[in-house]
């Protein structure tokens, strides 16, 4: 047999080389598709062919958190943040706060500082407006459509609220003497003012309509403290006290009282779309009961609970629950439960869709998708 030409030999060896190359060229594109573009990745998960990735993590310095919408609001000794799930961030404002806070809806995003002046809004669209107060502000909130309630100190009254639309245009001021102090203040689904007033006597809640400065109703409760109240996702109001749930219509009656028959409130959450109480049986320990009730009072679900709780959040029928050493994700009538594991550094964390929630630290979040 005659040898093939030296020549051949080599063009030979150049296109084995060449297809080698071909094929790990399409190799490496195939793998950063499927890795590096999200749509495409998406896809796959939701198809079956590939796993979901349970974690996303993005860095950030913040001390106060809130979801808007689809959008994270962080607060900080040095400002303001609102960037998207993914950690991008959507706008900014750098001025101090001694201690920031803030309120958060898909509408807008409030930042302020607590026993301080500084306030400052973030539109959903990027656009950012300080408004600093006269006089220092206690407490702020915004309702679900973008109404934002300040409360301020005022001199020669015990505080003053102000509600401002939604176009931050102001539409009602009211300034509180012989009612108490003003603790809160909130606009509900029905664009009603309801705010908590307290004294050495008790606790009074004031409801307004926004168009009129004549009261729809008052509710006075004789030596009862209110912590807090606020609307859960039916409209429903709740307010905690020391020692019992109110639940209450939008005009301020009063449809059902919950007595708590062994512990008193430690922590709460009145958002979703049912209330959450924890109740401790100590004033040292962790021992305590973790409690969850309908917009009518109705009990939906309880569990003991053993060891400290760092946060609660509620959403579309479950309820997240961060302990100190791992994050457990309920329905709201502890039917089941997922947990998730580990836990570094988070000191809070926000359901932000259906098994779905961001842990958040000092120094940034993480994004988990539970199965």
């Keep these: 047999m005659t040898p093939k030409p030296q020549h051949e030999n080599l063009s030979m060896a150049i296109r084995v080389t060449l297809l080698a190359l071909l094929i790990l060229t399409v190799v490496v594109v195939l793998w950063y598709l499927l890795y590096y573009n999200p749509l495409i990745a998406r896809i796959l998960e939701l198809t079956g062919l590939s796993e979901e990735k349970s974690t996303a993590s993005f860095r950030f310095t913040g001390e106060a958190y809130a979801l808007a919408g689809d959008k994270l609001a962080v607060a900080s000794p040095v400002g303001a943040q609102l960037m998207d799930s993914s950690g991008v961030l959507h706008a900014a404002e750098s001025f101090p706060m001694d201690n920031p806070a803030l309120s958060a809806s898909a509408v807008l995003s409030v930042y302020y500082d607590v026993g301080g002046t500084a306030f400052c809004v973030i539109m959903a669209d990027g656009e950012v407006v300080l408004l600093p107060q006269d006089y220092r502000i206690l407490s702020a909130d915004v309702s679900r459509d973008g109404y934002v309630t300040v409360v301020t100190e005022y001199p020669d009254y015990k505080g003053r609220v102000q509600v401002l639309s939604p176009g931050l245009t102001p539409l009602f001021l009211l300034d509180c003497g012989s009612s108490g102090y003003p603790l809160c203040a909130r606009v509900s689904p029905r664009r009603h003012l309801a705010v908590c007033c307290v004294s050495s006597l008790?606790?009074?809640?004031?409801?307004?309509?926004?168009?009129?400065?004549?009261?729809?109703?008052?509710?006075?409760?004789?030596?009862?403290?209110?912590?807090?109240?606020?609307?859960?996702?039916?409209?429903?109001?709740?307010?905690?006290?020391?020692?019992?749930?109110?639940?209450?219509?939008?005009?301020?009656?009063?449809?059902?009282?919950?007595?708590?028959?062994?512990?008193?409130?430690?922590?709460?959450?009145?958002?979703?779309?049912?209330?959450?109480?924890?109740?401790?049986?100590?004033?040292?320990?962790?021992?305590?009961?973790?409690?969850?009730?309908?917009?009518?009072?109705?009990?939906?679900?309880?569990?003991?609970?053993?060891?400290?709780?760092?946060?609660?959040?509620?959403?579309?029928?479950?309820?997240?629950?961060?302990?100190?050493?791992?994050?457990?994700?309920?329905?709201?009538?502890?039917?089941?439960?997922?947990?998730?594991?580990?836990?570094?550094?988070?000191?809070?964390?926000?359901?932000?869709?259906?098994?779905?929630?961001?842990?958040?630290?000092?120094?940034?979040?993480?994004?988990i998708r539970f199965p």
């Design 202 to 367: 008790g606790s009074t809640l004031r409801f307004f309509s926004l168009d009129s400065e004549n009261e729809l109703a008052t509710l006075t409760l004789e030596n009862t403290l209110v912590l807090d109240f606020n609307y859960l996702e039916d409209g429903s109001m709740v307010a905690v006290t020391e020692d019992s749930l109110l639940f209450l219509s939008e005009d301020g009656t009063l449809l059902e009282r919950v007595e708590f028959d062994v512990g008193y409130p430690v922590d709460y959450c009145l958002t979703g779309d049912c209330a959450a109480v924890l109740l401790r049986t100590e004033h040292s320990g962790s021992l305590g009961r973790l409690c969850t009730y309908a917009g009518s009072g109705e009990l939906r679900g309880s569990i003991a609970v053993e060891r400290d709780v760092l946060s609660l959040s509620v959403r579309e029928g479950q309820i997240l629950v961060l302990y100190a050493d791992e994050m457990t994700l309920y329905p709201t009538d502890f039917s089941d439960s997922i947990s998730y594991q580990r836990i570094s550094n988070g000191h809070q964390a926000l359901l932000c869709g259906k098994n779905r929630a961001m842990l958040l630290g000092t120094y940034g979040a993480e994004v």
